[in-house]
């Protein structure tokens, strides 16, 4: 496991918090009834690439969401800007996956529970 700096997790942390923010407006409009969250973001050392891992609920339409996601990172790598031009010199660029976890865990649960 490597080891983040405390930049890195401060803007990584940053990230999450508008990425979430930007997403909820974007999903109002755009995948009603779906629900997307931020789990994890981790900045590389050197603040170039924000890899972003989104829960989709349900999640048999996440890859369809992430792909639509990932047609429009440029505009919300531009909304990510406006909102932390003040906090962060350089935009990092956005790279979007999905985070399986949940669905790992609750394939386990099945397992274990027969």
């Not at 048999?60 to 792909?67: D, K, M, P, R, S």
């Amino acid at each position: 496991m490597e080891q983040y700096s405390t930049r890195q997790n401060k803007v990584s942390r940053l990230i999450q918090r508008e990425m979430a923010d930007i997403l909820l407006k974007m999903n109002k409009s755009r995948y009603s009834g779906k629900l997307i969250s931020v789990t994890v973001v981790r900045v590389t050392k050197d603040m170039s690439i924000a890899r972003i891992y989104l829960s989709i609920f349900p999640s048999e339409f996440g890859q369809e969401i992430l792909e639509d996601i990932r047609l429009h990172t440029k505009l919300l790598r531009g909304d990510m800007g406006r909102k932390l031009a003040k906090s962060i010199r350089v935009i990092p660029d956005l790279e979007f996956y999905i985070d399986d976890s949940l669905d790992y865990i609750d394939k386990i649960d099945k397992l274990l529970d027969s």
